[in-house]
T-cell receptor, first 114, second 116 residues
Framework: AQSVTQLGSHVSVSEGALVLLRCNYSSSVPPYLFWYVQYPNQGLQLLLKYTSAATLVKGINGFEAEFKKSETSFHLTKPSAHMSDAAEYFC????????????FGTGTRLTVIP | EAGVAQSPRYKIIEKRQSVAFWCNPI?????LYWYQQILGQGPKLLIQ????????DSQLPKDRFSAERLKGVDSTLKIQPAKLEDSAVYLC??????????????FGEGSRLTVL
């Protein structure tokens, strides 16, 4: 069975500071891993995905994540936070079964302080 | 390209009443999903369709929830009778294909249900 754990339901950073959102996964098979962002009253939008190619994945809006098998982690980072990054971020895991079902974490709400 | 369309955006009902949500996926997307997102939690899959067939409905409370995707295009999710714990945002998503598990799901804006 697949699952993800997001540490920290709320994260606050100052504008221009490093953003680090943590995600650890559990999977019995090699996983696909994803980060989605949800702005208020909007649907989820894919930020980036890991599908067994390069372990460092670059996404939209300057975000990136690194797959670390030894740590079962897929943390999301951005070097410099912008006010527009304030949103809720969800880590998700899928397997290779072809069903394409995503298992989401509980989310991390990012606040950017001016 | 038009995104995933959902309606209504908001619905308030009393417990034991019924409600229906509609979803129109991106044109050409074979796979359609309904997720339930309770406040403070991540989305949870309710049902997945591949064209007009059900792939996974193991998490759908079948005593009160039903969903259909006639003709393999748009879909309706119904709750009857509603309970207080059904208050949530119901998200519809679609993807081009279920094979390969690339995870490229495209989500609608959701339908927010409040049960009083």
């Amino acid at each position: 069975a697949q699952s993800v754990t997001q540490l920290g339901s709320h994260v606050s950073v100052s504008e221009g500071a490093l953003v680090l959102l943590r995600c650890n996964y559990s999977s019995s098979v090699p996983p696909y891993l994803f980060w989605y962002v949800q702005y208020p009253n909007q649907g989820l939008q894919l930020l980036l995905k890991y599908t067994s190619a390069a372990t460092l994945v670059k996404g939209i809006n300057g975000f990136e994540a690194e797959f670390k098998k030894s740590e079962t982690s897929f943390h999301l980072t951005k070097p410099s936070a912008h006010m527009s990054d304030a949103a809720e971020y969800f880590c998700a895991v899928s397997d290779w079964s072809g069903a394409n079902n995503l298992f989401f974490g509980t989310g991390t709400r990012l606040t950017v302080i001016p | 390209e038009a995104g995933v369309a959902q309606s209504p955006r908001y619905k308030i009902i009393e417990k034991r009443q019924s409600v229906a949500f509609w979803c129109n996926p991106i044109s050409g997307h074979a796979t359609l999903y309904w997720y339930q997102q309770i406040l403070g939690q991540g989305p949870k899959l309710l049902i997945q369709f591949q064209n007009n067939g059900v792939v996974d409905d193991s998490q759908l409370p079948k005593d009160r929830f039903s969903a259909e995707r006639l003709k393999g295009v748009d879909s309706t999710l119904k709750i009857q009778p509603a309970k207080l714990e059904d208050s949530a945002v119901y998200l519809c998503a679609s993807s081009l294909t279920a094979s390969g598990s690339t995870g490229e799901l495209f989500f609608g804006e959701g339908s927010r249900l409040t049960v009083l």
